[in-house]
Nanobody, 119 residues
Framework: VQLQASGGGLVQPGGSLRLSCAVS????????IGWFRQAPGKEREGVLC????????YYIDSVKGRFTISRDNAKNTVYLQMNNLKPEDTAVYSC?????????????WGQGTLVTVSS
């Protein structure tokens, strides 16, 4: 199973980005996908997760109302839409898959994509 995150870049505060996580080797139909981030000098933290029923679970409150997760099972791809970005959102974002579908234990991880929010 492989995951590849993409779509990062430099964006001004208040701007938007959409990250993609392409999954190969596993079906998303019954899986959960989580997004995580690691800011410079900080520990990795969970951002949010979509379980197998497409319910969203937020790991941190600071992104509620700004970040949403969606999936295209036909393309085996998950998206993270990030709106109203803030400098504190600057981090390397990565995705992971929980084959059990519950946003509990992540079996495979992808490499990250860097998001920089700066004017």
């Amino acid at each position: 199973v492989q995951l590849q995150a993409s779509g990062g870049g430099l964006v001004q505060p208040g701007g938007s980005l959409r990250l993609s996580c392409a999954v190969s080797g596993a079906s998303l139909d019954s899986s959960a996908i989580g997004w995580f981030r690691q800011a410079p000098g900080k520990e990795r933290e969970g951002v949010l997760c979509a379980n197998r029923n497409d319910d969203t679970m937020y790991y941190i409150d600071s992104v509620k109302g700004r970040f949403t997760i969606s999936r295209d099972n036909a393309k085996n791809t998950v998206y993270l839409q990030m709106n109203n970005l803030k400098p504190e959102d600057t981090a390397v974002y990565s995705c992971a898959v929980d084959l059990g579908g519950l946003c509990e234990v992540y079996d495979y991880w992808g490499q990250g994509t860097l998001v920089t929010v700066s004017s």
